[in-house]
């Protein structure tokens, strides 16, 4: 593909607000998770956001009224993020920068406490509840295109873990097919019972911030983050970051489960190259999906050898801000750009004892050293597989 330049993004989740903060966490390999408040029946460590709750949306957004849409309009106004896209609709027209948004719960825990405060008698639900505006899955794109005063083609993508890097995709086929001149693209995902009781179901979470790679790892952290980009074409783009190419690949091989062989997530690694013109030789640094489960940390590890060998530094990072789920793509893909902007390859958090099967260069800690092309992996339940190719310089 041709590449499409990054003029702007913003990242906000459980290590801090904004790209300085989250670049000072990568150096200081600081984690930001903590044991989890929201639910006490579950003894887990999570990645949450400070202070949610007092991000408070416009009165004209009111209705919109939820964790996932304050966390979404925080990440929105850090980096100066919203001031870019204006700028943007500006040189286009609001009608040609299209929005394209990933997540996997979206205000579902508006749904849940809704659900709680529902009529004794009549099982009526709260007046003032509205699933439009919060559960509905198109309703975090809804909020940010209503924010941002964007017109252009809208959608938001669910294929769980995999959403917000998917998007990229999608972006990029739309601004090569002239539908639109820029786009925005990202994700948010906000913690829910769902979501904590859910993976406590399928015994996936770790009683310890999780330890992907290690092998000791004993399940994974659930986070939650927003990201958001501002793609255009190269030749309009002021910074010096693009995205070269993507990938992606459905396997199928278990609704929960990856396929052991890794078959589908190294497609998705080898039809990223292509799309960049890249060769294995190329990378510089992949950032894992690394989740700090048995089953996925394993089949990663064999799908990445089978592409690269023990070649390429690679390092996964959830241990600083646990496992955003639906904007987990967008959250390494802003972790990706700011290791090219400022030379730092990350390191694998609270990696104690690389797992001795795994046959790849899982960097421990975090260094100074010029990258030039990078790639990250995202995969998600049913099989849902992208990476992402991201380059400075010509």
Not at 75 to 103: C, I, K, M, P
Not at 273 to 285: C, Q
């Amino acid at each position: 593909m041709k590449p499409l330049g990054i003029t702007a993004f913003s990242v906000v989740s459980a290590v801090g607000d904004g790209r300085e903060a989250t670049l000072r966490a990568l150096v200081e390999e600081r984690s930001g998770l903590r044991p989890c408040t929201l639910d006490a029946s579950v003894p887990t460590y999570v990645g949450q956001v400070d202070a949610v709750e007092d991000s408070a949306l416009p009165d004209r957004l009111a209705a919109f009224e939820g964790r996932n849409a304050r966390l979404a309009l925080r990440a929105l106004r850090a980096d100066r993020f919203e001031n870019e896209v204006a700028r943007a609709v500006g040189r286009y027209g609001s009608h040609r920068v299209g929005l394209f948004l990933g997540t996997t719960t979206a205000g579902i825990l508006e749904g849940e406490t809704a659900f709680r405060e529902r009529d004794p008698a009549s099982g009526a639900l709260p007046p003032g509840f509205s699933h439009r505006h919060t559960v509905d899955h198109f309703s975090t794109t809804d909020v940010v295109r209503s924010y941002l005063g964007l017109r252009g083609p809208a959608f938001t993508v669910s294929t769980a873990c995999s959403s917000s890097a998917k998007v990229f995709g999608d972006a990029a086929q739309l601004i090569r097919a002239n539908v639109c001149d820029a786009a925005v693209v990202g994700g948010a995902d906000s913690l829910s019972l769902l979501t904590l009781r859910g993976f406590a179901s399928l015994e996936l979470l770790s009683h310890e911030p999780c330890r992907p790679n290690d092998a000791e790892r004993a399940g994974i952290s659930i986070g939650e983050a927003a990201a958001f980009f501002l793609l255009e074409r190269d030749d309009a783009s002021r910074f010096d970051i693009r995205l070269l190419g993507y990938g992606d690949s459905c396997d199928a091989y278990h609704m929960s489960s990856p396929d052991p062989a890794g078959a589908g997530a190294a497609l998705s690694m080898r039809m990223a190259l292509r799309s960049a013109r890249l060769e294995p030789g190329d990378i510089d640094y992949l950032n894992l999906h690394g989740t700090g489960t048995l089953a996925n940390d394993a089949a990663e590890s064999t799908a990445v050898h089978d592409v690269f060998g023990d070649a390429v530094p690679c390092s996964s990072s959830k241990g600083l801000t646990g496992h955003a789920l639906g904007a987990a793509g967008a959250v390494e893909a802003a972790i990706c750009c700011l290791a090219l902007e400022h030379g730092v390859q990350p390191g694998n958090a609270n990696l104690r004892r690389k797992d001795p099967s795994f046959r790849i260069n899982v960097v421990p800690h975090s260094e100074r050293r010029p990258l030039r092309r990078v790639l990250s992996n995202s995969f998600g339940f049913g099989g849902n597989n992208c990476t992402l190719a991201f380059g400075r310089g010509a």
